[in-house]
């Protein structure tokens, strides 16, 4: 089955640092999402990505969905106290007939005040 | 808040034992999925309804089981529980079947003892 192997795995970040974290696939997506939790919650989501080298942004969030159509890449900007919290990438291969999400394992952001 | 509510947010029981998970969707939305989050293994899908009918089936057990009812609320039934079967139980939601933007509820965790 398709997998995604998102990196970092953890980082520790001094408040003011920008933060870049990544996802590759073993197949295409067609689709990109990246979702953050924080600790007893559920994930929110916060971009969404649907064309090969589009690149959006969410205020200090901006992603990017790789031209190989494998990989993805999620920027903060100038970090704060509650970004904190589990970034996960998810991804889709709408052309595969299937609607499932397979989602990385998550990279666990710390930011140090 | 997503507007998906789940209950009960917290279920302690025992080895053997039946539970059932309940999930409202966000109003409008016609499609429910469930996932299963332990710490080792990050999120696995278990199943889609979309209206009431069985869309995609993921790693879900035999011993579990879902359906939707006609006002789109879903239940999640685990039975003969394990050990193993302790996590955090997130249903999500989303307009259509086949759509990319799935929003999640703040999650069910149950714990087996």
Known sequence: GQQ??????????????D??????????????????QDPGEGPVLLIALYKAGELTSNGRLTAQFG?????????????IPSDVGIYF???????????????????????IP | DSGVTQTPKH????????????CSPRSGDLSVYWYQQSLDQGLQFLIQYYNGEERAKGNIL????????????SELNLSSLELGDSALYFCASSVYGGDNEQFFGPGTRLTVL
Not at chain 1, 4 to 17: A, C, D, H, T
Not at chain 1, 19 to 36: D, E, G, P
Not at chain 2, 62 to 71: I, L, N, V, W
């Open chain 1, 4 to 17: 995604l192997n998102q990196s970092p795995q953890s980082m520790f970040i001094q408040e003011g640092e």
């Open chain 1, 19 to 36: 933060v870049s974290m990544n996802c590759t696939s073993s197949s295409i997506f067609n689709t990109w999402l990246w979702y953050k």
């Open chain 1, 67 to 79: 031209i190989t159509r494998k990989d993805s890449f999620l920027n903060i900007s100038a970090s």
């Open chain 1, 89 to 111: 990438c998810a991804g889709r291969d709408s052309g595969a007939g299937s609607y499932q999400l397979t989602f990385g394992k998550g990279t666990k952001l710390s930011v």
């Open chain 2, 11 to 22: 279920l302690i029981t025992a080895t053997g034992q039946r539970v059932t998970l309940r």
């Open chain 2, 62 to 73: 035999e011993r579990f089981s879902a359906q939707q009812f006609p006002d789109l609320h």
